[in-house]
């Protein structure tokens, strides 16, 4: 099976761009959650979807939004693009809802602000 | 904010040494779960134990898991340059992983 798939793998934008982020999960895996990675916060939870609808959410201000399509693809939204905002988000999907399973992660998609 | 913290931040060992790394945490949870993650990559997983559970063992990994303590340990035993890695534990709550700070273990040739 093809792991998990995230587009672009590389991104720079300026402040107050938005960017869009891809996330392919593992076929036949039905929950797709974002992470974002950073120096100083570490791995902080931003979501997860489970049959298109988003069952969790982080900490995170309305600027991040997502989705999941009928094929449990799913995409990450950042609007309004600040300094902070770069890190590098990394998906994961796993068969069922929530965390009771391992977790299969994608290579992640590194973003640049200036 | 994290729930996990994890000690020692680093670690500096020869190939063939014992690496041992702890976590610890402040709620309950339904398992915990260890993940390396490779210069930046994306994060791999490693072992997961139950809340009911006390030790696990996989290949050259021994995981133990003191829910009265709120803590864990990963052994990696036999290291290998390879095992240059971020080591992480999280703990699962029912809506997500909570990811501690990591541990950076550097494996001498």
């Known amino acids: 099976k093809a792991g998990v798939t995230q587009t672009p793998r590389y991104l720079i934008k300026t402040r107050g761009q938005q960017v869009t982020l891809s996330c392919s999960p593992i076929?036949?895996?039905?929950?797709v959650s974002w992470y974002q990675q950073t120096p100083g916060q570490g791995l902080q939870f931003l979501f997860e979807?489970?049959?298109?609808?988003?069952?969790n959410k982080g900490n995170f201000p309305g600027r991040f939004s997502g989705r999941q399509f009928s094929n449990s693809r799913s995409e990450m939204n950042v609007s309004t693009l600040e300094l902070g905002d770069s890190a590098l988000y990394l998906c994961a999907s796993s068969p069922g809802r929530g965390t009771y399973n391992e977790q299969f992660f994608g290579p992640g998609t590194r973003l640049t602000v200036l | 904010s994290q729930q996990g913290e994890e000690d020692p931040q680093a670690l500096s060992i020869q190939e063939g040494e014992n690496a041992t790394m702890n976590c610890s945490y402040k709620?309950?949870?339904?398992?915990l779960q260890w993940y390396r993650q490779n210069s930046g990559r994306g994060l791999v997983h490693l072992i997961l134990?139950?809340?009911?559970?006390r030790e696990k063992h996989s290949g050259r990994l021994r995981v133990t898991l003191d829910t009265s303590k709120k803590s864990s340990s990963l052994l990696i035993t036999a290291s290998r340059a390879a095992d240059t890695a971020s080591y992480f534990c999280?703990?699962?709550?029912?809506?997500?992983?909570?990811f501690g700070t990591g541990t950076r273990l550097q494996v001498f040739p």
């Open positions: 979807y489970f049959s298109e609808t988003q069952r």
């Open positions: 076929s036949g895996h039905r929950s």
């Open positions: 999280a703990t699962s709550r029912p809506d997500k992983l909570i």
């Open positions: 709620t309950s949870i339904n398992n």
């Open positions: 134990i139950r809340s009911n559970e």
